[in-house]
């Protein structure tokens, strides 16, 4: 079993930095995938970014890549999100999930084939 719990969120202007991190229990999470979603009001969880057990692999959604970089630190069991060049369109709700199969296949975008959420971290961007 695995608990995520993220942070960093927080109110920045457009063109600011914010990093997220989620903090992951259990022992076995660093043989786990990673990943980050996003959701605003009246909208779907929509896919940020992913990162494989090893960190080496990773997959970013048109919307952020080239902004967002996802990175981890397995002796931390914590997972990251580095935001740059925020746009208000990036305002929402930043979720952390795990699944126990620690590749990226062509599903990862797919919000079922996570095992793990946690309760979100809130981002807010004013233009």
């Known amino acids: 079993q695995v608990q995520l719990a993220e942070s960093g969120g927080g109110m920045v202007q457009a063109g600011d930095s914010l990093r997220l991190s989620c903090a992951a229990s259990?022992?076995?999470?660093?043989?786990?995938?990673a990943a980050w979603f996003r959701q605003s009001p009246g909208k779907e969880r929509e896919f940020v970014a992913a990162?494989?057990?090893?960190?080496?692999?990773?997959h970013y959604s048109d919307a952020v890549k080239d902004r967002f970089s996802i990175s981890r630190d397995n002796a931390k069991n914590t997972v990251y999100l580095q935001m740059n060049s925020l746009k208000p369109e990036d305002a929402a709700a930043y979720f952390c999930?795990?699944?126990?199969?620690?590749?990226?296949?062509?599903?990862?975008?797919?919000?079922?084939?996570?095992?793990?959420w946690g309760q979100g971290t809130q981002v807010s961007v004013s233009s």
């Open positions: 259990g022992r076995t999470f660093s043989s786990y995938a």
């Open positions: 990162i494989n057990w090893g960190g080496v692999v990773t």
């Open positions: 999930a795990a699944k126990v199969d620690g590749t990226l296949g062509r599903m990862v975008a797919t919000t079922t084939i996570w095992n793990y």
